[in-house]
């Protein structure tokens, strides 16, 4: 930003004692080298040329005032010009939020206070880009209190800026202000209950988060995606079938995040019939050439001893993860077909393919039911001189 807005000066003169040609120098050559801040350049710059503060455009002044460690000297210049309104304002606090530092969009909402004697006033997109800001720092505090200055501002009737409050306390996981505001909010959106949903399930409350979802007046594809889902990470995979039978009876169709999450319940519960159903549906949906949903049908078949079918799936498959070929050696291996599973790791090796952990634990399965113990130890070797990876108790 601040290439945006620094004027191609020379370097600073050395000081009086350094350099004795220092004292030739004019009034406003010397003024302009001797700051250091973008706003106190610019205004330098333009004493020395003999221009109008006023001629500059809205948005240069802005940027220069957010940069400047003196926000003082701003004001006394604001005194002398039309100051850049709260859409220029929003326009810094934008570009600063979006940026790659973001905590210049919370500094300089912190500036902006001090302009109020000039009735620059923030409003509801002021606020919606600091809070952007905040979220994406996970700054909790300051989004607490920002919290409370929308609600000063009489900004609690701003569902989207409530949701993103309610966001950042989510996020951070601040489970007592998060449901102290859920309750008292006046107006709920479904991006409302998801959230709130959400920072239940990911803390384990399962239970209190199936009672909001049943309580909730409408349900998106997301909202029964995150039970279904939520059940399966908490053990619990009947309950995850439950609530997609359930789903699939509001006339709701499966997404694709949805269908890696049932058929990760019915690879918990070996239940062949339901995954091969879904099997079917997705590839009906457009979804085959999904690579999370491949490798999840991988697993689920080398699980419920279909080796063929996981087979297929792999031999199908336009783009192949780390995760598909470790699932496929690790099944070959757990199969007795040892032999194949170290074939099946050269292909992937020559492909440029880098195996992981995971890869080694299936390699390992298929050297001792072989029984090449010095094969066995070869990759174990490998696996630390090649890979960098630190053996576990799994291998």
């Not at 569902?159 to 996981?173: D, K, S």
């Not at 209950?193 to 384990?204: A, E, S």
């Not at 039970?227 to 709701?252: D, N, T, Y």
């Not at 339901?274 to 590839?283: N, P």
Request: proline content about 5%; charged content about 20%.
């Amino acid at each position: 930003m601040l290439s945006t807005l620094s004027l191609h000066l020379p370097p600073p003169p050395l000081n009086h004692t350094q350099s004795p040609t220092s004292q030739n120098l004019t009034p406003h050559h010397h003024l302009l080298h001797t700051f250091t801040s973008p706003l106190k350049q610019l205004h330098a710059h333009l004493i020395k040329t003999n221009t109008p503060l006023s001629t500059l455009p809205p948005t240069r002044i802005a940027f220069a005032c957010a940069l400047t460690p003196s926000f003082s000297y701003a004001q006394k210049l604001f005194q002398h010009l039309d100051y850049p309104d709260i859409p220029t304002w929003n326009s810094c606090l934008k570009a600063f939020a979006e940026g790659d530092e973001p905590i210049d969009a919370m500094l300089l909402f912190h500036q902006l206070h001090n302009l109020r004697c000039f009735n620059v006033i923030p409003d509801s997109f002021s606020l919606s880009f600091v809070l952007k800001a905040c979220t994406r720092l996970l700054d909790f505090h300051t989004g607490r209190v920002l919290h409370g200055y929308v609600e000063k501002l009489g900004f609690w009737s701003n569902l989207f800026m409530m949701n993103m409050i309610l966001n950042l306390y989510a996020l951070c996981g601040e489970i007592r202000d998060a449901r102290l505001m859920f309750d008292k909010m006046p107006q709920r959106d479904v991006v409302t209950w998801n959230i709130m949903m959400t920072l239940l399930v990911k803390r384990g409350d399962i239970e209190q988060a199936y009672d909001l979802f049943s309580g909730m007046p409408d349900r998106i594809v997301r909202s029964w995606t995150l039970m279904i889902s939520g059940f399966g990470q908490c053990g619990k995979p009947k309950e995850a079938i439950r609530v997609f039978l359930e789903m699939e009876e509001a006339g709701v169709r499966a997404n694709e995040v949805t269908v890696v999450a049932v058929l990760a319940a019915c690879t918990d519960l070996g239940d062949l019939d339901l995954g091969r159903r879904v099997h079917e549906y997705s590839s009906q949906s457009g979804f085959g050439r999904n690579v999370w949903i491949c490798n999840t049908l991988i697993e689920k078949y080398v699980k419920c001893g279909c080796l063929e079918d996981a087979c297929r799936v792999f031999d199908a498959m336009e783009e192949r993860s780390v995760v598909s070929w470790s699932a496929m050696i690790s099944g070959l291996a757990m199969h007795g077909q040892a032999e194949e599973a170290l074939r099946l790791f050269s292909s992937m090796i020559q492909i440029g393919m880098e195996p992981n952990y995971v890869t080694f634990v299936g390699l390992l399965h298929a050297c001792s039911h072989m029984g090449f113990v010095d094969k066995g130890r070869e990759f174990l070797a490998r696996m630390t001189a090649d890979y960098g990876i630190v053996p576990k108790i799994e291998h």
